[in-house]
């Protein structure tokens, strides 16, 4: 039998009731639409809450304004992915779209964070242990149900395919469409989006996924706009003060919290006694210190600059720090790590991190408690250069402190003093009184760790002038208008992510060496002082001489004698 030809005009997937493949499925616009709405409704949830509770909306305008925004929102969503929807990457661009809007749902309504550019920096730094304290089930369920339950069906959708050329002109057509319909209902609600987001700034940063989209465009954005190459250099002229030959020379630790607010530490006046051992040593505690931002990220980048907060935000290179200053005089500094990094600070000091070599009862599983640091730490100091050690030994000892949001593993069993205790990281599930007893808990634990840093300083000064200085590098909320956590734009930000604690003690010989006298320093515990401060009070407590100094902003300056 001879095969049968085709019939002019047909073809063999005609004949076999195949359509051709730019007939079969949905048009590749309708996944894109309703993903978008998906994003811009149900994943906006915490934005839609927020803007509940504000007066302005309560009335009938009011509501008209939030569906507006909805359709802004989702019309902004479908216009920018209509730039990715091609043939291969519409459902892989659309699943990450969803996944990162479930993700920041989550977070946002837990914890009452925002997403922006300082935040995304802290995500993108996060280490596998912070990684591990924010596992829980609530997250796992948001993420399946807001996000890989619908990237689930977007993948068993069929969908047309599309000509290189007819899916250009749909892709343009869709972001036009989107474009005129965001303009069009912000021209109808201009003046109410105008004034809610000029008195609510935070609210640009609860858009989901659009406030993860422009964070990292933004962090992606800030190398070009700052010039590239070498760091500047900073304070190459510094020179550490003269040891006298009866006198030894300075040993000062510095310790950087972390996460620690100024109203939790009985020393400021805080109702529970959370810092029994440091109140028995001679200790003068600033009670009006306030940090350059939110986070670690932030904050501590901005402490050991010169710039001060305002000048650290719009800096247009990068340029060295207070510890590379430290250097430059000649001192011998040593930077010792129990967080997730020193962000660049210490990289060209000798620096180690805990956790290398398991210490029973204070490190397990490669986390550590903060005593971990003094173990040894005699020895690491021997092994600096002997001419820089004449001159003076600059500690750095970075916390793990109070960070969150499992405070119940900052702290051993035995300073375990306020119980019941929240052990979830999910802390919204918490009695309040828990959770406050976990957090109180770690702070009891950093009394116990200052005072035993000062207890090793004292054993020192048989060949030094020891002293030590201790500063938050940020606060925390603690569900305080269901806020928790930190990492909120700093000018909207609550006290309780800024109010940090600043602790300094004094050994009489290094009093005796630089002059400072602490009972002059109590007298200013009330004055205000900002981690702008910090890079010249450390620099005029060593009596390091530069021109990076600057006497105005040192908080010793006025204590010590001339």
């Known amino acids: 039998m001879s095969p049968t030809l085709p019939v002019p005009g047909s073809s063999p997937l005609h004949d076999a009731g195949v359509r051709a493949p730019e007939a079969t499925g949905k048009h590749p616009a309708w996944p894109l639409l309703l993903a978008s709405l998906w994003m811009a409704s149900v994943a906006n949830l915490p ?55 479930a993700a ?27 990684t591990r304290d924010l596992l829980n089930w609530r997250l796992f369920g948001t993420v399946a149900g807001l996000g890989l339950l619908p990237a689930g069906w977007l993948w068993r959708m069929p969908l047309r395919r599309l000509a290189p050329r007819r899916q250009a002109l749909s892709n343009a057509a869709t972001l036009l469409l989107s474009l005129a319909l965001a303009a069009g209902t912000l021209l109808l609600f201009f003046q109410d989006f105008s004034s809610l987001m000029r008195n609510h700034t935070q609210l640009r940063y609860l858009v ?180 820089r050690r004449a001159r003076g030994v600059v500690v750095l000892l970075h916390q793990m402190g109070s960070h969150g949001p499992a405070y119940y593993r900052r702290s051993p069993s035995a300073f375990k003093r306020f119980l019941p205790e929240c052990v979830s990281n999910a802390l919204q599930e918490c009695e309040r009184e828990a959770l406050v007893n976990a957090y109180d808990n770690s702070i009891v634990y950093t009394d116990h760790f200052l005072a035993s840093t000062i207890d090793w300083l004292k054993a020192e000064e048989r060949t030094m002038s020891p002293a030590l200085i201790y500063v938050s590098d ?46 002059c320093l109590k007298q200013g515990i009330d004055a205000p002082v900002s981690h702008d401060h910090f890079f010249h009070s450390v620099l005029g407590a060593l009596g390091v001489r530069t021109e990076a100094y600057r006497p105005a902003q040192d908080l010793y300056a006025r204590c010590r004698a001339a």
């Open 47 to 101: 934005l839609w809450q927020q803007l509940l509770r504000l007066p302005e909306l309560t009335s009938w305008r009011g509501l008209g304004f939030a569906l507006g925004l909805g359709v802004i929102v989702g019309a902004a969503l479908c216009g920018l992915l209509s730039l990715l929807s091609w043939r291969w990457t519409l459902k892989p661009v659309l699943t990450l779209s969803l996944l990162a809007a």
């Open 474 to 519: 940020h606060g925390e909320s603690l569900g305080e208008n269901q806020l928790y956590l930190h990492g909120l734009p700093w000018r909207v930000a609550p006290d309780a992510q800024k109010h940090v604690p600043w602790i300094t003690w004094l050994s009489p010989s290094f009093e005796q060496l630089r002059g400072l006298h602490t009972d």
């Open 104 to 130: 920041g749902a989550y977070f946002m309504q837990a914890y009452g964070v925002v997403i922006d550019p300082t935040m995304m920096a802290n995500v993108l730094q996060t280490d596998p242990h912070e």
């Open 208 to 387: 989901n996924p659009l406030n993860s989209f422009y964070a990292l465009g933004n962090l992606a954005a800030k190398p070009l706009q700052r010039r590239s190459g070498p760091l500047l250099p900073l304070g190459l002229d510094a020179q550490a003060a003269a040891v006298p030959q009866d006198a030894k020379p300075p040993l000062l630790v510095l310790v950087v919290g972390e996460t620690a607010r100024m109203d939790h530490f009985a020393l400021n006046g805080y109702a529970r006694p959370t810092t029994p051992r440091l109140a028995s040593e001679n200790v003068v505690s600033q009670r009006n210190a306030w940090s350059c931002g939110t986070s670690t990220a932030a904050s501590l980048p901005c402490m050991f600059s010169d710039l001060g907060r305002e000048g650290f935000d719009s800096r247009k290179a990068e340029q060295e720090n207070l510890v590379d200053v430290l250097q430059h005089a000649g001192l011998a500094v040593l930077w010792l790590d129990n967080q997730s990094g020193c962000k660049g600070l210490c990289d060209r000091v000798p620096h180690a991190a805990t956790g290398a070599q398991p210490l029973p009862g204070l490190c397990e599983q490669g986390e550590c408690f903060d005593e971990a640091m003094l173990q040894g730490l005699a020895q690491r100091i021997a092994e600096l250069p002997a001419e």
